[in-house]
């Protein structure tokens, strides 16, 4: 079985400051690993995804994940919050031989402050 | 190029009563799959169609029937709403079926069950 857990129902930082918004898995075989971003009343965005390769993986927005595969972590991170980064983030991960069938994380409120 | 579509964006329903949710992609997609959102959960998946003429169940199908209509369009029945089937519904759709794939989501169908 797979599974994904965010840590953290809240996540709260001031514009300008680095912020991180934790993922661990866990996933028989490699995992494929994505952050997607949902606004109010909105469907949701992809912005990165790890596949294999580079464990940094850059995305949309100035977004960016580090891959641990020691540590089952694949957390998000910006060097400088905005205001319009507010939103909720979800983690997902697939498995090789489960191919699409994702599993979500619950997802993490991010909210940057002016 | 309109992404993910769906249709409607609200609905309420009465105990007992029948809907259709309509989703449609105009990306010319192979997979397409239907999500369910609760508070403070993260999608889950009820059903998915990783081809044209394939549908399968995901990890909450009861309560829930799909027909993928053809490539383009990919639509959720409730035969007989029930509270507990309150939730927002987000269609999402891939290219292929592969883990690695990323999935577009549609802005979601608001759905309350009285």
């Known amino acids: 079985a797979q599974s994904v857990a965010q840590p953290e129902d809240q996540v709260n930082v001031a514009e300008g400051n680095p912020l991180t918004v934790k993922c661990t898995y866990s996933?028989?075989?490699?995992?494929?690993l994505f952050w997607y971003v949902q606004y109010p009343n909105r469907g949701l965005q992809f912005l990165l995804k790890?596949?294999?390769?580079?464990?940094l993986v850059k995305g949309s927005y100035g977004f960016e994940a580090e891959f641990n595969k020691s540590q089952t972590s694949f957390h998000l991170k910006k060097p400088s919050a905005l205001v319009s980064d507010s939103a909720l983030y979800f983690c997902?991960?697939?498995?090789?031989?489960?191919?699409?069938?994702?599993?979500f994380g619950d997802g993490t409120t991010l909210t940057v402050k002016p | 190029n309109a992404g993910v579509t769906q249709t409607p964006k609200f609905q309420v329903l009465k105990t007992g009563q029948s809907m259709t949710l309509q989703c449609a992609q105009d990306?010319?997609?192979?997979?397409m799959y239907w999500y369910r959102q609760d508070p403070g959960m993260g999608l889950r998946l009820i059903y998915y169609?990783?081809?044209?003429?394939?549908?399968d169940k995901g990890e909450v199908p009861n309560g829930y029937n799909v027909s993928r209509l053809n490539k383009r369009e990919f639509s959720l029945r409730l035969e007989s709403a029930a509270p507990s089937q309150t939730s927002v519904y987000f269609c999402?759709?891939?290219?292929?079926?592969?883990?690695?794939?990323?999935?577009?989501f549609g802005p979601g169908t608001r759905l309350t069950v009285l």
């Open positions: 990306m010319n997609h192979n997979s």
């Open positions: 999402a759709s891939s290219e292929t079926w592969l883990a690695g794939d990323t999935q577009y």
């Open positions: 997902a991960v697939r498995a090789f031989t489960n191919a699409g069938k994702s599993t």
């Open positions: 996933v028989s075989g490699n995992p494929y």
């Open positions: 790890y596949i294999t390769g580079d464990n």
């Open positions: 169609s990783a081809s044209e003429g394939t549908t």
